[in-house]
């Protein structure tokens, strides 16, 4: 005879598989009596199981919708994380997705009513882009969906490229999965605008207990306004320029270097761009075969006329033969 311990979990694992049973087919299958039965349903019961009862001579029992997953098969966070992952199959065949959908329909009759809860949140809050491995553990990205259904303002410490943390307070907007990284993009109440933040480089994220009103996303939805955020805001300069040429005429030049090209009026096109340095901005405004004018920054402005001035010298002594063959071969000597 199975110890009391044993009988319970195998008694959850027939409700898994039937959820109405006979109490005499339950005891049959357990090789207990049926007063033996009537006391492991009220242990189930105590542990915050829902077993309904039927009466009459078929009477039997039967496990409530929204019961709890059983403990020792499952635990809270294990629970999410199956649900999560059978609910985004991006990227698989269609046979795996459909029997991904069937498992979580099954998952999701027996979880709680607070699991439910925390898996809609996640489910609500976060954006799969491109699926990938991450090292961000789930326990974050829980804690941070929660905030963005709840809207509640959180404070954390940021560590950036350099190591050096800064302490901020935002209000959540969405948890992003994009390639190998995940983000959470919310509005940065002291610098008042939207922010991407790396989830790995959180520390220690908290609610404060104050809750806000959402604010409108710009560019559109989610995926948008990340593709423009991690187009630009990695880089250290960032650059608004307006060129004298179509959109379609500046795709050539596109595909080196990252920016989001706008349409301004007939024959302009204005450009976000940036990169880690204004010498790499200046070449490629140089190469391109159109005319241009800077927006922003004004360091790019000065920078520009002194890269061409600089060009501009080294032409005049090229076409003036200022630097001769002479000159050159003294230098070597010495």
Not at 135 to 147: F, G, N, Y
Not at 170 to 199: C, I, K, M, N, S
Request: proline share 5%.
């Amino acid at each position: 005879m199975l110890s009391a311990s044993a009988r319970l979990i195998r008694l959850l694992s027939l409700f898994q598989a039937q959820r109405a049973w006979t109490g005499s087919a339950l005891a049959t299958r357990l090789e207990i009596t049926e007063r033996t039965l009537r006391r492991d349903v009220d242990r189930l019961r105590s542990l915050g199981y829902t077993v309904d009862s039927t009466s009459g001579v078929a009477g039997g029992y039967r496990l409530g919708a929204g019961t709890a997953l059983p403990p020792l098969l499952l635990e809270d966070e294990e629970a999410i994380a199956v649900a999560l992952g059978l609910g985004n199959p991006a990227g698989t065949p269609g046979d795996i997705e459909n029997a991904s959908m069937r498992a979580l329909a099954k998952l999701e009759q027996l979880m709680p009513q607070r699991l439910r809860r925390r898996l809609d949140s996640v489910r609500a809050s976060v954006v799969p882009i491109v699926r990938d491995k991450s090292p961000v553990r789930l326990k974050a990205v829980t804690l941070l969906a929660e905030a963005c259904t709840d809207r509640l303002v959180l404070r954390f410490g940021y560590r950036d490229h350099n190591d050096a943390a800064t302490a901020r307070t935002v209000e959540p907007h969405r948890v992003v999965q994009t390639g190998h990284r995940w983000y959470l993009l919310a509005w940065d109440t002291a610098r008042e605008d939207w922010r991407t933040f790396r989830l790995d480089r959180i520390v220690e994220p908290v609610p404060t207990g104050e809750r806000f009103t959402p604010r409108r996303l710009p560019h559109g939805d989610v995926a948008a306004y990340m593709a423009h955020a991690l187009d630009v805001s990695p880089y250290l300069h960032h650059a608004s320029v307006v060129v004298h040429a179509t959109p379609q005429a500046l795709e050539a030049h596109m595909r080196w270097i990252g920016g989001t090209p706008e349409a301004v009026g007939e024959g302009a096109t204005r450009i976000a761009t940036s990169a880690n340095s204004l010498d790499a901005l200046a070449v490629w405004l140089g190469c391109l075969e159109y005319d241009f004018e800077v927006e922003s920054p004004p360091e790019l402005v000065g920078h520009l006329s002194r890269v061409a001035a600089r060009l501009g010298e080294a032409a005049r002594k090229s076409s003036t033969g200022s630097l001769d063959g002479s000159k050159v071969r003294k230098k070597k000597a010495s």
